[in-house]
């Protein structure tokens, strides 16, 4: 096998660099007036994040506001009651031929609960090369009172020293962290994304408390001197361990805001949006084979829903090591090869949607478990499995349910899941597992409805994976998973703005 070059896995945060700016936008959210001035009050109006608040005391009515990010981190972290010294920064080199570093920052760094908050990050793009360009970053906040993130974005204004031009609501936020660009994202929540969120965290800053892939023998030499970029570490620089604490907790945040909607009067749309994380990939992460020991996350092979679903049925109870220990161990890699990197999985936050509606009492474990059995070994980006979500969308969307029947959202969900799992919920047995829905059986097995020789009790579905996981274990695991991650990886990258560059994906066919 070819060695494979190691990039990078780039973090969602602060949104994609390179978006065109929009040439009628005036930075204001739209509320400013025809002469580009008194719109930043009537802007930030109705915001209470501590932004929002940050900007209420310094801001012109232009939207100009003084100073670098450092200013920014100062001002925001006092307004969250955050001492300066909880500062922290973190780095990961961009997916750029010159391996460009885009530094992140959080205060209030030693709780993860409260500095989930606030998110700061500069730019990939930078004027000021080989440095970091400190008038030139993207944040957004958390809104307590309307449980959502706000966003914003600084670049730089008149000459040095002048201070930064500020656009509130930027567009181009949102297409890293709200869902695919082929599906209607109008209904899913603005989130924090990391797509490295387990270790190894290529080319990530991992020190002190795990040993960095790549990044000290990767990073420009130039850019890790240049005296921007140093002061953003200086005493400061943290672990991605720690960054990936911070993000869970912004997921969390976002997921428990998402579900209060399971309370609201039944409505169609409302309850169809939870159901659709069970079935349909929102977001993706990303996981890498830790070093050059064959071991990588179980997620790579097996969604980890499943595992966590048995966790649930009775804690780590079992004896399979799929559940208990969500360790994937593969062949080392031979002389000469470079371990798998980069693989897509199913994305934290679309699991936390699914784990919540089963924590919540709305849909039971078995009910999540049946939808994770159907093509199982496509833990994600399963065709199937979101099909089935679009093909009941479109049937209710002629035929609507009588929502009078129903007093909540937490009442209509289990009939709409129904709706959606109608032919895969068996007379005898919990769930039916389909292994691959595109083998020559399965295909036979679906287009007559003779599915009952797939079905399975919980437990001789734990059984059915655990043999499979052994088997990936032997030699030909690791090509299987090379295989897996070429096949993800283009509709990635096909898919979502955020996905990195996925080592083997070069000829993905593009459509063109």
């Known amino acids: 096998m070819k060695k494979l070059l190691w990039l990078t896995l780039v973090v969602g945060l602060a949104a994609c660099g390179g978006d065109a700016a929009d040439p009628d936008d005036d930075g204001l959210g739209g509320k400013a007036d025809e002469n580009g001035t008194g719109g930043i009050s009537e802007a930030l109006d109705g915001r209470e994040d501590p932004v929002a608040a940050y900007l209420r005391k310094v801001a012109s009515d232009e939207g100009v506001v003084p100073g670098t990010y450092q200013d920014v ?20 080199l961009l997916t750029k031929a010159d391996l460009f570093p885009r530094t992140m920052f959080t205060v209030c760094s030693d709780d993860p609960t409260t500095a989930s908050q606030f998110f700061l990050s500069t730019q990939s793009e930078s004027g000021l090369m080989p440095d970091v360009d400190p008038r030139n970053i993207r944040m957004f906040a958390w809104d307590s009172s309307a449980r959502t993130y706000r966003t914003y974005e600084m670049t730089p204004y008149g000459e040095a020293g002048e201070g930064m031009k500020l656009d509130i609501e930027p567009a181009r936020c949102r297409s890293c962290h709200t869902g695919p660009a082929d599906m209607d994202s109008s209904a899913i929540p603005f989130s924090p994304v990391m797509n490295e969120l387990v270790n190894p965290w290529t080319l990530w800053n991992a020190e002190p408390d795990f040993r960095s892939h790549k990044f000290e023998d990767t990073i420009d030499p130039d850019v890790a001197r240049a005296r921007v970029y140093s002061e953003m570490l200086d005493g400061r620089l943290d672990s991605a361990a720690n960054f990936e604490k911070h993000i869970r907790a912004g997921m969390e945040r976002v997921t428990t805001a998402r579900l209060r909607a399971r309370r609201n009067d039944a409505n169609l749309g409302e309850s169809m949006a939870l159901l659709r994380p069970m079935f349909c990939d929102e977001t993706l992460n990303y996981v890498s084979e830790n070093h050059d020991t064959g071991d990588t996350h179980a997620s790579a092979a097996i969604d980890d829903a499943i595992r966590r679903l048995f966790l649930t049925i009775r804690g780590d109870n079992w004896p399979y090591d799929f559940i208990n220990d969500g360790k994937l161990r593969l062949p080392v890699p031979q002389a000469g090869d470079e371990p798998v990197a980069v693989i897509p999985v199913r994305g934290e936050a679309t699991i936390q949607v699914e784990l919540s509606l089963v924590s919540r009492r709305v849909l039971t474990v078995e009910q999540a478990l049946r939808v994770r059995a159907l093509d199982w070994k496509r833990p994600a980006l399963s065709e199937f499995r979101c099909g089935l979500f679009e093909d009941a969308e479109a049937r209710l969307a002629i035929t609507p349910p009588d929502l009078s029947a129903y007093a909540r959202n937490s009442d209509l969900i289990p009939v709409l899941y129904d709706e959606i799992m109608s032919g895969f919920i ?26 009952d020789g797939y079905a399975r009790t919980n437990e001789e579905f734990a059984q059915e994976v655990e043999a499979w996981f052994d088997e990936l274990q032997e030699p030909g695991g690791r090509e299987w998973l090379e295989a897996q991650r070429i096949e993800r990886g283009c509709v990635a990258q096909a898919r979502f703005s955020a996905a990195p560059h996925i080592p083997g994906t070069d000829s993905c066919e593009t459509g063109d």
Not at 73 to 92: A, K, N, W, Y
Not at 426 to 451: F, K, M, Q
């Open 426 to 451: 068996p007379a005898s047995g919990d769930l039916i597992s389909l292994p691959d829905v595109s083998s020559e059986d399965a295909v036979a097995a679906l287009e007559t409805g003779a599915l």
């Open 73 to 92: 981190l100062d001002g925001v972290g006092e307004q969250m009651g955050c001492d300066p010294s909880t500062q922290r920064t973190f780095v990961i």
